[in-house]
């Protein structure tokens, strides 16, 4: 069962462009949401995070979209630019101590000159 | 060490061998995770410590994984008698406490043949 449900597999964006990449999720025990870079040969790396008692959250050029009541939250890259080619994933934990990460099975971002 | 730190990052064994990964969390962090990514999906929980003390390792595949942290710092996980199934990047992650952000390793890229 994939709790968290990730699209587009792949997306190419022109320079300049908006990026936009949508998750879902099932479990409503989740209640942190982050969104991970990943350049090959690199571990993931946090980008931006989310909790449900907010609707919006920008940093600089990245911003996470919630929709609590559909279960749906998506990352934006604003002006994207080659060096943001890379995979993308959210992810989901739970409250409490419930630590794990649940990933989403990833978007290859590709931003062409 | 300024982050997390992995070895080997490539390990090819032939099927029936035993392996060994290190992980070398960041300094200080308590909560250590070992994940498992796929090629083209996203990392999945294997296990999870609390200093030394493994308090979840319902992510484990099967009884051939073995994880431990004896000291509550460094950490090996172990995987006996490699199955091809088991060819992924194998992802450490450290954090300052069970639900702080997650500093990922570059990983280590097991090939079983």
């Known amino acids: 069962q994939q709790q968290v449900k990730q699209s587009p597999q792949s997306l190419i964006v022109q320079k300049g462009g908006i990026s936009i990449i949508n998750c879902a999720y099932e479990n409503t025990a989740f209640d942190y949401f982050p969104w991970y870079q990943q350049f090959p040969g690199k571990g993931p790396a946090l980008l931006i995070a989310i909790r449900p008692d907010v609707s919006e959250k920008k940093e600089g050029r990245f911003t996470i979209s919630f929709n609590k009541s559909a279960k749906q939250f998506s990352l934006h890259i604003m002006d994207s630019q080659p060096g943001d080619s890379a995979t993308y994933f959210c992810?989901?934990?739970?409250?409490?101590?419930?630590?794990?990460?649940?990933f989403g099975k990833g978007t290859l971002l590709t931003v062409n000159p | 060490g300024a982050g997390v730190s992995q070895s080997p990052r490539y390990k090819v064994a032939k099927r029936g061998q035993d392996v060994a990964l290190r992980c070398d969390p960041i300094s200080g962090h308590v909560s250590l995770f070992w994940y498992q990514q796929a090629l083209g999906q996203g990392p999945e929980f294997l296990t999870y410590f609390q200093n030394e003390a493994q308090l979840d390792k319902s992510g484990l595949p099967s009884d051939r994984f073995f994880a431990e942290r004896p000291e509550g710092s460094v950490s090996t996980l172990k995987i006996q008698r490699t199955q091809q199934e088991d060819s992924a990047v194998y992802l450490c992650?450290?954090?300052?406490?069970?639900?702080?952000?997650?500093?990922f390793g570059p990983g280590t890229r097991l090939t079983v043949l």
């Open positions: 992810a989901a934990r739970g409250r409490g101590s419930n630590y794990k990460l649940t």
């Open positions: 992650a450290s954090s300052s406490g069970p639900n702080n952000e997650q500093f």
